[in-house]
C-alpha cells in the first residue's frame, strides 16, 4: 500500500486542471505547468481532487505510483501558492544584486559571478543580505539554488559561502599553536 501513491490531491480554487491522454496541465494564477504521467498509471479527476490508481504492485509500478502523485501535487501546489528558497550569503564583502534576468554574486573570486535565471524564476535580495528565490516549478528553483550554492560552497572554518536558510554547518577547529 503507498501512503503517497493512494492519497488525493486537493484542487484549491483558482487552479484548473485539463488532462490530454497521459498528460495534466495545471493553471494557476503562479503559473502553468504540465506533466506526462507514465504509461501503467491511471488517473482520475474530479471537481475537487485527483487521484491516482495503479495496476499491479510490481515494483517499478509503485515507484511511478507515488512519482505520479508527488509530481502532480508539487504542480498544483506551484501554480496556486508557488515556492520560495532563501539562500544565506555570509562573509566580508559576499553579496548578490539582481539585475534584469541575472543574478551578479561577488563571492570573494577576483571577478564578479553572472548567473541568468531561467524562465519562470523570480529573484530578489533584502536588506539583510538574504537571496529569495520564487518559483512555481520545484525542481527548477532547487535546481536553480543549488547552482548558486555550488559556486563558494560554505567553509567549515569561518562558515563562509552560500548556504540555504536554516542549513547548519559542522564547524572544525583551526589549527592550534604550540603550548
Do not use: W
Amino acid at each position: 500500500m503507498s501512503r503517497i501513491g493512494n492519497a488525493p490531491i486537493e484542487i484549491p480554487k483558482g487552479v484548473t486542471i485539463n488532462t490530454q491522454g497521459q498528460t495534466i496541465s495545471v493553471k494557476g494564477p503562479k503559473g502553468n505547468l504540465s506533466f506526462d504521467v507514465p504509461e501503467p498509471i491511471t488517473f482520475e479527476v474530479d471537481k475537487e481532487s485527483i487521484s491516482f490508481k495503479r495496476p499491479n504492485d510490481h515494483r517499478n509500478v509503485r515507484a511511478l505510483h507515488g512519482l505520479s502523485r508527488a509530481m502532480t501535487n508539487n504542480m498544483v501546489v506551484g501554480c496556486s501558492t508557488g515556492f520560495e528558497k532563501v539562500l544565506e550569503i555570509i562573509g566580508v564583502g559576499y553579496r548578490a544584486a539582481v539585475k534584469g534576468k541575472n543574478i551578479d554574486l561577488t563571492l570573494g573570486f577576483s571577478h564578479p559571478v553572472s548567473y541568468p535565471l531561467p524562465d519562470g524564476v523570480e529573484a530578489e535580495v533584502d536588506k539583510e543580505g538574504k537571496l529569495h528565490l520564487r518559483s512555481a516549478d520545484k525542481a527548477v528553483l532547487g535546481r536553480v539554488a543549488a547552482d548558486i550554492r555550488r559556486y563558494r560552497p560554505p567553509e567549515p572554518y569561518k562558515g563562509k559561502g552560500v548556504r540555504y536558510q536554516g542549513e547548519h554547518i559542522i564547524r572544525k577547529e583551526g589549527k592550534s599553536g604550540k603550548k
